[in-house]
């Protein structure tokens, strides 16, 4: 008699984990921070346009050579594109299942809407696609220069930025997604340390606090730049 052969598997520690609510949120709150600290820097980087363009497009050139020798001619440039990549598509992928997994589990509404749930909570599902459909406007306006407005000019960032920011739509498109940004950090950032671990009773209040203050510099950093091209500080 021939013996059974057995031919299921079980699935993977990482395929368990990601198949898992908790797995989910675990990546959402890791590819998030990754963005966070990102956004961090790339705001830092954004406010050197009122140091003038040479100084802005000295800094953006120097995004280009990060590394050298070592590193090729945007090599480092490419592996943070392609780091910031992987995030976002993780990040949409498990607020996009856990989405559903929450819908087909209460398919019916909540008579009385929870009292807790902040607007940036209630916001947040709208907040992610305001901010997926910014970062494909920001890529085609400044980056590949498809959208842009006035004449993309490679290798002039500063006159790109002053460009787009003299047209009223690209100024509301930038302040819009930056107030939809600041709402996601309010509540991403306590959403993330809960999910990390890191939150507890003790620290709820200075967790809130940071992700409260975070939004804020974050919002404020980076809708300055229309702002200064607006009223002529930046031009």
């Excluded at 705001?43 to 000295?58: P, Q, R, S, T, V």
């Excluded at 392609?82 to 929450?102: E, G, K, M, N, P």
Aim: net charge positive; no cysteine.
């Amino acid at each position: 008699m021939a013996l059974a052969t057995r031919t299921d598997r079980r699935p993977s520690m990482a395929r368990t984990m990601w198949d898992s609510s908790v797995g989910k949120k675990t990546v959402m709150a890791v590819s998030g921070l990754i963005m966070l600290l990102y956004l961090v820097v790339h705001m830092i980087g954004n406010l050197k346009i009122y140091f003038g363009a040479d100084e802005f497009n000295h800094y953006a050139h120097w995004l280009r050579t990060v590394g050298e020798p070592f590193m090729h001619y945007e090599w480092t440039l490419w592996i943070v594109r392609i780091v910031l990549v992987v995030a976002v598509v993780a990040h949409a992928t498990s607020a996009y299942q856990l989405s559903r997994r929450d819908i087909r589990a209460r398919p019916s509404k909540y008579v009385h809407s929870r009292p807790r749930a902040s607007y940036a909570t209630r916001t947040m599902r709208w907040g992610g696609i305001i901010l997926g459909l910014f970062i494909v406007w920001h890529i085609l306006d400044l980056t590949t220069g498809t959208v842009h407005s006035g004449g993309f000019q490679p290798g002039h960032p500063y006159q790109n930025v002053v460009d787009t920011f003299s047209t009223w739509y690209g100024d509301v498109i930038y302040i819009v997604a930056m107030l939809a940004l600041g709402l996601h950090i309010r509540h991403g950032f306590w959403s993330a340390a809960q999910t990390l671990g890191v939150g507890s009773r003790a620290r709820d209040r200075a967790l809130k606090t940071t992700a409260n203050v975070l939004a804020l510099l974050l919002t404020a950093g980076f809708i300055a730049v229309p702002v200064g091209v607006m009223t002529g500080v930046v031009s």
